[in-house]
């Protein structure tokens, strides 16, 4: 079946504690994105990658990092998490740019207290 | 930037017809898509229009004006099942980023 899986769907961590939230996708799409959705501001792009080892910021890459090894994995890190970035995280891929048809994860609900 | 608006809130009647309006401004415009999220859950993709005029595909139609910067999405004979958020989102620039609007939460009552 081809989709987008997100790990973990839940988390609740603490201030400044290191946290990798994973990415992957099975139908060989070169573009794949983050995004984090907050009340009344919409799905919000924080990186991009169009291919392997080609990121880029999107609007919201503060306190982000991404990376892109492999073409199926695009796992989204918070070095030091803040309160600020409590918020649900989509990953979205797309068969080769970011205005085709894009495919959702079922998203991660992340907590910082 | 891209400036993309549609309303927050809309409410309509089972069996019923309602249109969900949104407009852009953005630079370098790819294309216009329309996506529908439930409380919850991921995105799902209903629609694309890159060139003028209406796309229908079943009970769902997507309307777009380029040179009005002006799209819409048509829901005919409404479901309860329709009742979700509505998100409006436009490709643009050189690495053809998607951009949504906030969306507009569709209550469709009995």
């Known amino acids: 079946e081809a989709q987008v899986t997100q790990n973990p769907r839940y988390l609740i961590t603490v201030t400044g504690k290191k946290l990798t939230v994973t990415c992957s996708q099975n139908?060989?799409?070169?573009?794949m994105s983050w995004y984090r959705q907050d009340p009344g501001l919409g799905l919000r792009q924080i990186y991009y990658?169009?291919?392997?080892?080609?990121?880029d910021k999107g609007d919201v890459p503060e306190g982000y990092k991404v990376s892109r090894k492999e073409k199926r994995n695009f796992p989204l890190i918070l070095e030091s998490p803040s309160p600020n970035q409590t918020s649900l995280y989509f990953c979205?891929?797309?068969?080769?740019?970011?205005?085709?048809?894009?495919?959702f994860g079922q998203g991660t609900r992340l907590t910082v207290v | 930037g891209q400036n993309i608006d549609q309303p927050t809130e809309m409410t309509a009647t089972e069996g019923a017809i309602v249109q969900i309006n949104c407009t852009y401004q953005?630079?370098?415009?790819?294309?216009l898509f329309w996506y529908q999220q439930h409380a919850g859950e991921a995105p799902t993709f209903l629609s694309y229009?890159?060139?003028?005029g209406l796309e229908e595909k079943g009970r769902f139609s997507s309307f777009l004006s380029r040179s009005k910067g002006y799209s819409y999405l048509l829901l005919k004979e409404l479901q309860m099942k329709d009742s979700a958020s509505y998100l409006c989102?436009?490709?643009?620039?050189?690495?053809?980023?998607?951009?949504f609007g906030s969306g507009t939460q569709l209550t469709v009552l009995p």
């Open positions: 979205a891929s797309s068969p080769q740019t970011g205005s085709d048809e894009a495919f």
């Open positions: 139908m060989n799409h070169e573009y």
């Open positions: 990658s169009m291919n392997v080892e080609v990121t």
């Open positions: 953005t630079s370098g415009f790819n294309g």
């Open positions: 229009n890159v060139l003028d």
């Open positions: 989102a436009v490709g643009s620039g050189s690495a053809r980023q998607l951009t």
